[in-house]
């Protein structure tokens, strides 16, 4: 039996991974995968070397609280390399670790495949140089870069972006509304404050806070709850905050993104989610100050959004650090409700880029990717 190992270090790298084992599974073929990936994978026979939950960090300092954990997780990697290698490495996104991993494991003599493309245009420009030296082929999930790593000679290919054939809608307005006991007569304001126990910490006392400038007889509060949050820290935020007058909603993000009139969307992959489906939105990002300041010297974008990036213009706004509180929050909310113009412009934009980024199967060009590099191997 051919193995894979597989380098899913985030949420959204687990569910883009987890949809191209099912297509392989599809296919009939019985591949050993195993290495890091969430419960996601897992459900599709994936076999975990390491508790998920450790990989799931963001930000420079809280890294380094970890840093001996990934030291530790690098040397065993190494290990397997060298003991009992695999036929197929697959990195996917998580460059900060994948990188400096491809570049140990390149001598071993097996292929190296990279998944959704480090955004080297963006930052860190040196990274198409690593791709180049320390990888086989690498897919991309933006139409754009193929063109650009060729031009580095870097073997490369547009797979589509997995976000496209994942959503899916189950519910309409009707019976949302009653499942969730919404009233459908008021406007509904869908918030989303992150996947990642930090993220909750400071940003949902503050999403909380904008609530407090809306008419609660005109206005739907929803909440996302991630399933991957801590349940104490997200009820305790909320129990603290002592308001009735929201729902929170675990699961069903798709749906609540497409009923909602308005979304308040943390920065991650839950921004391009909801610029595929297409309902206005705002982006709130807010970390440690020592993570920001590092990362301010080091980023050189304009935007921290990825549909703003791939814009290339601000589509839709961004609220960064000192502007993440609840009444500028509030404030941002109010001025696209009372527009409608510019309501309905910004739906035009999203849509735009749901068209540019939807003509692929990412899983089925991935699953013919890898059994292309085992058939060579």
Not at 17 to 36: D, Q, T
Not at 108 to 113: A, E, H, Q, V
Not at 117 to 123: R, Y
Not at 172 to 185: E, P, R, V, Y
């Amino acid at each position: 039996m051919k193995s894979i190992m597989w380098v899913a270090g985030e949420n959204s790298g687990d569910l883009h991974s987890s949809m191209i084992l099912r297509e392989l599974k599809r296919r009939g073929k019985n591949y050993r995968s195993f290495g890091i990936g969430g419960f996601r994978m897992q459900s599709e026979g994936f076999e975990a070397l390491f508790p998920f939950k450790k990989f799931n960090v963001m930000g420079f300092a809280e890294v380094i609280k970890d840093i001996f954990f990934f030291g530790k997780v690098q040397r065993n990697l190494l290990n397997i390399f060298k003991t009992n290698p695999p036929d197929l490495l697959i990195l996917v996104d998580y460059p900060g670790f994948n990188l400096r991993l491809a570049k140990k494991a390149y001598d071993y003599n097996f292929p190296i495949l990279y998944y959704i493309c480090p955004q080297f245009w963006a930052w860190k420009h040196n990274r198409v140089y690593q791709l180049k030296e320390n990888t086989n082929f690498v897919s991309c999930i933006l139409p754009f870069e193929e063109e650009l790593l060729s031009i580095h000679q870097v073997s490369s290919k547009y797979v589509g972006h997995p976000i496209a054939e994942e959503i899916q809608l189950l519910s309409n307005k009707d019976d949302f509304a009653d499942f969730f006991q919404l009233d459908k007569s008021k406007k509904w304001l869908g918030f989303f404050p992150g996947s990642r126990d930090m993220e909750i910490s400071r940003l949902l006392p503050e999403y909380l806070e904008s609530i407090k400038h809306f008419n609660e007889d005109e206005y739907q509060f929803l909440i996302s709850k991630s399933h991957t949050v801590n349940k104490k820290l997200f009820s305790d935020i909320i129990q603290k905050s002592k308001m009735k007058n929201i729902k929170i909603i675990d699961g069903y993000n798709y749906d609540m993104m497409n009923l909602c009139d308005f979304l308040v969307v943390t920065s991650g992959t839950a921004t391009l989610e909801a610029a595929m489906i297409g309902t206005p939105f705002i982006i709130v990002y807010k970390t440690s100050p020592i993570s920001y300041f590092i990362g301010s010297k080091i980023v050189k974008i304009k935007y921290i959004g990825l549909p703003n990036l791939i814009a290339d213009k601000l589509l839709v706004p961004e609220l960064i650090q000192s502007e993440a509180k609840g009444e500028i929050i509030a404030e941002n909310i109010k001025k696209y409700l009372q527009d409608s113009s510019l309501y309905e412009k910004t739906q035009s934009e999203l849509s735009k880029i749901s068209h540019l980024l939807g003509d692929k199967s990412a899983s089925k060009e991935m699953a013919d990717i890898i059994e292309d590099l085992l058939n060579e191997k």
